[in-house]
């Protein structure tokens, strides 16, 4: 440790570390007055570690020095309010401005914008927009992604999370600072881009750059036509991150806010997706019981995650055949909203507008498949994400803290088990299908249904699971560079697993591409993903129903539809293919 002033007041940090590192350091201080704040809008922890917009700068020894690369000696007397970091730092904005098309109004990260609060504090806010016959024409050729070359500020998050942490570069740069080019890797736009639409660059983008398309306008014709049946589906990521839309704390559980907000929105239905999420572990635990019982390919990888699907079609088509071929949750519950609940309902399975709300951007992709139209129409007809959901609550000034939290989603289809909840971690796929299969494979109930060593925000992690006389090996990757490394340990025999989980997304879906923004102080801070996953455990923890095989509302749908797991039936409505790419 050594001794630093930081306006004049003394510290006491870690030697080696940054200014910016030491200014977060003070922030775990309990009295308000020495917390340091110094801005940033290049940084994001884990994904940009240096600053260089010109904003994160502070004075030391009467010279401006970046903080996210100046580190901290034994002495040093740093300043962050004089008047020539306060003038550096407006000069740095005017600069970033001078590029950036301020079409705020009608940006989707309106008021969740790292450059816009920035220019609140620093009362930039009549600085002019561009000319337009100086803006670039939008890249709308993606199914997911809308991408706005006239607001990027160059800051290098997107090319850095996409190759790091996801091995994809579908996005490159070309040159330094504000002159840099980033663009997609292929001159035929993002669409032809080997992008495979996790979202990572949506999550990360600090301003509207890069933004999930827009499919609210949809929403409200469907809820708007008389002759529409809207139901609405809610995945369990999105009841961990809904309320920061609404400033809610982070990790904040608003589950039952949600189905009372839809409802006064107009659905005809709220379902909960933890039902689709039971329905896929009966029929992925029965695929891989099959699988080991005779001679199946092994590992079985799991399939609910549409960024990890299509990044296997481009990049491992010859392990195709180790995926699971069973739909994702959402897909199986359209499925069967499509065919048995419309035909309990008699209502005509044309008439019905599926609307998923799910913390991804890659959902949009997914219902486009070829393949997913179990009941001869689509599975799911829209799918917005949490972000456009607040959005779309907003529009119709419907405050989520007014709603009840205690209110219920619709049944058959809105029950789910603790387990169906704990899909929207990382890990928890792997454990709920570990709560099924080892009870199914044993015929006896098990003593603990936590299985902690799945759990947790760990890219890479692995377990031998005993079951009976049998002992399973499972692995759980996030990420997909992650997954790269794993897959090729499989490949080459470092590796034997039976069964694998597979997110795109860091953490898992709580970390989705579609979930609310933080910017990079609160992810310096917190950690987001983590906070969010733990509301989704503890939802778990006080379910009454824990372990998918045991939703009373999925055996009355085997008994009456589809008879067991696997079954001819089952296979139509609920089982997909892939593609090689």
Known sequence: MISITIDGTEYKVKKGITILAASFETQKLAQEPFQVKIPTLY?????????????????????????????????????????????????ALKKILAQHHKDCIHCLRNTSCELQNLLHEYELTDEPSLKGTDLQEIDETSVVLVRDNNKCIKCKRCINVCAK?????????????????IQPASSKRLAAASCVNCG???????????????????????LE??????????????????????????????????????????????????????LTIMEESHELMERMSGDGVLPMITSCCPGWIKYAEHFYPDMLENISSCK????????????????????????????????????????????ESGAGVPDVDISITTNEL????????????????????????????????????????????????????????????????????????DATVKIGEKELHVAVVSGLANANMLLN??????????????????????????????????????NVPAERAAALYENDKHAVVRKSHENPYIKVLYQEYLEEPGSERAHELLHTKYVVR
């Open 43 to 91: 940084y994001l922890k884990n994904v940009m570690d240096i600053d260089e917009s010109g904003v994160c700068v502070v004075e030391v020894d009467g010279k401006l020095v970046n903080a996210s690369t100046t580190r901290v000696r034994e002495g040093m007397a740093i300043s962050t309010k004089t008047e020539q970091v306060m003038n550096a730092r407006k000069e």
């Open 165 to 181: 942490m996801q091995a994809v570069s579908a996005i490159v740069c070309t040159g330094n600072g504000l002159d840099a080019e």
């Open 200 to 222: 990572q660059c949506v999550a990360v983008c600090p301003v509207g750059a890069l933004t999930e398309k827009n499919q609210i306008a949809e929403v409200k014709r469907a």
């Open 225 to 278: 036509d008389p002759e529409k049946y809207v139901i609405f589906q809610v995945a369990p990521a999105v009841r961990a991150a809904l309320g920061e839309g609404y400033e809610f704390p982070i990790g904040v559980d608003v589950e039952g806010r949600i189905a009372e907000a839809l409802r006064r929105l107009g659905a005809d239905k709220v379902f909960d997706t933890k039902f689709g999420a039971d």
């Open 328 to 371: 994702s949750p959402h897909q199986m519950q359209g499925a069967i909203v499509k065919s048995y609940f419309a035909e309990k309902q008699h209502i005509a399975k044309e008439n019905i507008v599926m609307v998923s709300v799910m913390p991804c951007v890659g959902k949009k992709f997914e219902i486009t498949r070829a393949f």
């Open 390 to 461: 607040v959005k779309l609550l907003k529009d119709a000034d419907i405050q989520l803290e007014a709603m009840d939290p205690d209110t219920e989603y619709d049944n058959p289809l809105g029950m789910g088990s603790g387990a169906g909840v704990i899909f929207g971690a990382s890990g928890g796929v792997m454990e709920a299908a570990l709560r099924t299969a080892a009870e199914k494979m044993t015929g006896t109930a098990l003593e603990s249904i936590d299985f902690t060593e799945v759990r947790g925000m760990h890219g890479v992690k």
């Open 489 to 526: 340990r499989i490949k080459s025999e470092e590796a034997d697993y039976q069964f694998v989980e597979v997110m795109a997304c860091p953490g898992g879906c709580v970390n989705g591409g579609g979930q609310p923004h933080q910017d990079g102080f609160t992810y310096a801070m917190q």
